[in-house]
């Protein structure tokens, strides 16, 4: 899913760069990568004629669980069955996408630079109703189906680039950061299954009667 995902940013972007003829460059300008090894001769990040030179590099700098959306439902209703699945409740996480323009001209970089922030700034939203999802290369069980991606602009303090680049063991290159909230990582297994509960059986101490409630359905 985090795959699908930045393929997803990855192909939007190119076709946002597209509008910018003038550049006439047919290659690809997008890759998906480790900007960390971008100066490893061996270094490709997804085919084996494909490098980070002069290219936009989409790289995850960190993967942040969303704690506010922590406590899902631990079961499934199967209508019109009477029963209920149990299972263990999604995972929401939020990714800090790192976008790294690596040309070795600074003005190429700048440029680069300047159209991935409008082009977000245009379109930071990402559902299966505007955006083409993308299942090539992608494992059947790798894949959402219905999604909805929020990009907002994350700028780090001074220090917080610092640590960054150094954990990335290079010098620093020209960058924007994303925070991109929420997908849901979620492997549809089923730990039990139990019946629905339809009634519940109240007895009053008092008269030592038993007071049937009813569950309504919601």
């Given at each position: 899913?985090?795959l699908?995902?930045?393929k ?11 509008n ?21 001769e ?23 669980e ?12 199967n ?10 409740p ?6 800090y ?16 630079l ?11 939203v ?6 083409t ?25 001074f ?9 990335m ?7 924007a950061?994303?925070k ?11 730990s ?27």
């Amino acid at each position: 899913m985090i795959l699908q995902t930045l393929k997803i940013l990855s192909n939007e972007l190119e076709n946002f760069l597209d509008n910018f003829a003038e550049d006439g460059v047919d290659s690809k300008r997008v890759v998906i990568g480790n900007i960390a090894f971008h100066e490893g001769e061996k270094y490709r990040p997804n085919t084996v004629d494909l490098t980070t030179d002069d290219k936009i590099v989409i790289t995850v700098a960190r993967v942040e669980e969303e704690s506010i959306l922590k406590n899902n439902a631990l079961y499934t209703k199967n209508s019109p069955l009477t029963t209920v699945d149990y299972h263990n409740p999604k995972v929401h996480v939020n990714l800090y996408i790192l976008i790294t323009c690596n040309s070795i001209l600074y003005e190429n970089a700048m440029t680069y630079l300047s159209r991935v922030i409008r082009f977000f700034q245009s379109k930071n939203v990402f559902t299966d109703q505007n955006t083409t999802p993308i299942v090539s290369g992608i494992n059947e069980l790798d894949r959402f189906d219905n999604f909805k991606l929020l990009m907002d602009l994350y700028s780090p303090s001074f220090e917080e680039s610092n640590h960054l680049w150094s954990m990335m063991g290079g010098k620093q290159l020209p960058f924007a950061m994303y925070k991109l909230r929420a997908i849901d990582l979620e492997f549809k297994t089923i730990s039990s299954t139990g019946q629905r509960v339809e009634e519940i059986h109240v007895v009053d101490e008092a008269s030592e009667e038993t007071i049937i409630v009813t569950k309504e359905e919601p």
